[in-house]
């Protein structure tokens, strides 16, 4: 998104504390700066973004993993780095703040195709997964009610499963790809049969979005709605699991024995956006759910082959 800002002439600040992301991947340009920022320091944020105009905040930990292992953490980040961000940016007036909040917020949704205005909520405050869907359900409120009024407009955006290369580890794509590269290497790097244990029955739906379209979307809901807003970002596509692992069995020309688990506690079992909003504003999403299930895969075998021991 950085490199996508900057190509249509805007000046860039890219801030990261290198804790899970890292400034080194972002492919330089002109009009892109770096700079480490932890948003967790208030006077690092305060003069970071002093005199900037819009403010993408993207900050956060994600990663299923990173839900049960590191809550604190993540609630941390979530909550009080976005209390410092949006009360940063109202005190130097800057004009927007662009929050990407998730759709973790609503956990289990009561309705599918699931629209901006669903209810939020968190089913059991003892489960850590909700550490991730507390600090964004805490974020928009934050975002919502502390702008409400003032002169800077904001626009919450909910990502739905954003896929592609470099999106880390603690996701359901580069989870599988890596049991299935251990698996292979475990037989001598055979083309066999290849035994694959997922979380759950299986049955389990997503809407996967591509990186590029996710980009696309929210620039356009960001850049291009006037005042503020709330709006979903992915495809209207459901997904199981098992259409997921067929998938990625193709690309890699393996033959998948699935077995099956009990699916974690607080894990929906359906999730699939309503993008009409967005769709209103002239978003269409171009890449086909197997073109970037292709990619995103390949990327992430051939990191495997490079890094094996």
């Given at each position: 998104?950085?490199?996508?800002?900057?190509?249509?002439g805007?000046?860039?600040?890219?801030?990261?504390?290198?804790?899970?992301?890292?400034?080194?991947?972002?492919?330089?340009?002109?009009?892109?700066?770096?700079?480490?920022?932890d948003?967790?320091?208030?006077?690092s944020?305060?003069?970071?973004?002093?005199?900037?105009?819009?403010?993408?905040?993207?900050?956060?930990?994600?990663?299923?993993e990173?839900?049960?292992?590191?809550?604190?953490?993540?609630?941390?980040?979530?909550?009080?780095?976005?209390?410092?961000?949006?009360?940063?940016?109202?005190m130097?007036?800057?004009?927007?703040?662009?929050?990407?909040s998730?759709?973790?917020?609503?956990?289990?949704p009561?309705?599918?195709?699931?629209?901006e205005?669903?209810?939020?909520?968190?089913?059991?405050?003892?489960?850590?997964?909700?550490?991730?869907?507390?600090?964004?359900l805490?974020?928009?409120?934050i975002?919502?009610?502390?702008?409400r009024?003032?002169?800077t407009?904001?626009?919450?955006?909910?990502?739905?499963?954003?896929?592609?290369?470099?999106?880390?580890?603690?996701?359901?794509?580069?989870?599988?790809?890596?049991?299935?590269?251990?698996?292979?290497?475990?037989?001598?790097g055979?083309?066999?049969?290849?035994?694959?244990?997922i979380?759950?029955?299986?049955?389990?739906t997503?809407?996967?979005?591509?990186?590029?379209?996710?980009?696309?979307?929210?620039?356009?809901?960001?850049?291009?709605y006037?005042?503020?807003?709330?709006?979903h970002?992915?495809?209207?596509?459901?997904?199981?699991?098992?259409?997921?692992?067929?998938?990625?069995?193709?690309v890699?020309?393996?033959?998948?024995?699935?077995?099956?688990?009990?699916?974690?506690?607080?894990?929906?079992?359906?999730r699939?956006?309503?993008?009409?909003?967005?769709?209103?504003?002239?978003?269409?999403?171009?890449?086909?759910?197997?073109?970037?299930?292709?990619?995103?895969?390949q990327?992430?075998?051939?990191?495997?082959?490079?890094?094996?021991?």
């Amino acid at each position: 998104m950085t490199l996508s800002l900057a190509k249509r002439g805007f000046k860039v600040i890219a801030l990261d504390n290198n804790f899970r992301g890292s400034l080194a991947t972002i492919e330089m340009h002109p009009n892109i700066s770096l700079k480490s920022c932890d948003i967790l320091d208030r006077d690092s944020v305060d003069e970071s973004i002093a005199g900037t105009d819009i403010v993408f905040h993207l900050a956060a930990i994600n990663g299923t993993e990173n839900f049960y292992s590191i809550p604190d953490k993540v609630m941390e980040v979530g909550v009080i780095g976005t209390h410092n961000v949006v009360q940063s940016a109202k005190m130097q007036n800057i004009r927007k703040v662009v929050f990407a909040s998730s759709s973790e917020a609503y956990s289990t949704p009561l309705v599918i195709p699931t629209p901006e205005t669903v209810e939020l909520r968190i089913p059991d405050v003892l489960n850590p997964r909700f550490s991730y869907g507390g600090g964004k359900l805490a974020g928009e409120l934050i975002v919502v009610n502390y702008l409400r009024g003032s002169g800077t407009e904001f626009i919450v955006f909910r990502p739905h499963n954003v896929i592609g290369p470099q999106m880390g580890f603690e996701h359901v794509i580069p989870q599988l790809v890596g049991k299935i590269f251990k698996q292979w290497r475990s037989l001598g790097g055979m083309k066999q049969t290849i035994s694959l244990e997922i979380q759950g029955a299986g049955t389990e739906t997503r809407s996967f979005i591509d990186i590029n379209d996710a980009i696309r979307a929210i620039e356009i809901c960001s850049l291009d709605y006037p005042g503020s807003g709330i709006f979903h970002i992915g495809t209207e596509k459901e997904c199981s699991i098992f259409d997921l692992v067929r998938e990625i069995g193709q690309v890699l020309g393996f033959e998948l024995k699935i077995i099956t688990t009990k699916v974690a506690t607080g894990s929906p079992l359906r999730r699939c956006p309503d993008i009409s909003k967005l769709r209103s504003l002239g978003f269409v999403p171009r890449v086909e759910f197997s073109a970037t299930v292709k990619k995103t895969v390949q990327w992430y075998w051939q990191y495997f082959e490079k890094n094996a021991k």
